[in-house]
């Protein structure tokens, strides 16, 4: 059995939610904070979550589970079968994971965690989600999803695009993914619109209760 293990706050673990609902992969979820990363570092060796237990072993990283689960469960593939579209597929996730969702976590800590980040931390940051969002909406295809018909980026794009927004909303005061990428407001509409998605973001805001009522001191 697949055991998923993390917290529904995070948008790397509902990435990959999503992904075992869209594939029907069975699966059970188990509630891991970071917080408690010396329990768990020999499963995810950065102390991170989200990450995932197999009848073989433990794996870090969502992009390499996310790949594990498309090799090892074929019948509903979330690639394109072309091997150009799947490039391209895999393209745009790059982009969104390092260009954009990478370089707006910086702010997270000031945004969500009430601790605070540097100017020059915001103006770098600012500087580079200018262009890693640029990149995303030269890249995005809209037609209707992100890169074509439903795909592993859509998984993605959507988790990412949730938390920039929020994030560059709280410390910008102006949502950089509606500025820059701006077909990606009816895209997350029609997102919403897959059951699938409503049930991720459905247990996301119960955990992200849970996680309140803690109230612990996490930075992300
Ligand atoms: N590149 C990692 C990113 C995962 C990540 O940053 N997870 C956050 C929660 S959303 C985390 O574990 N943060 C705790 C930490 O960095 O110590 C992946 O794709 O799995």
Redesign the pocket.
Known sequence: MIVLC??G?????N?LKLVLLEKAIPFEERLVY??Q?EAFQTS?P??????LETEHGDI??????LEYLEDAYPQTPLYPADLFARAKCREVIQHL?FNAE?VA?RLYKECFFGGSVSQETKSEAHERLTAGLAAIARLATFSPYIAGDFSAADCVAYMHFFMIKAATKAIYTEDMVERHVPDAGAYMQLMETRPHMRSVLADRAKALAAFRALNVR?E?
Do not use: D, H, M, T
């Not at 706050?9 to 673990?13: D, E, K, L, R, W």
């Not at 950065?46 to 990450?51: A, R, S, T, V």
């Open positions: 993390g917290f706050v995070s948008n790397y673990y990435k970071p917080w990363r995810s950065l102390g991170k979550i989200p990450y870090s990283e969502s992009q390499a589970i994971e990478w976590r996490y992300g």
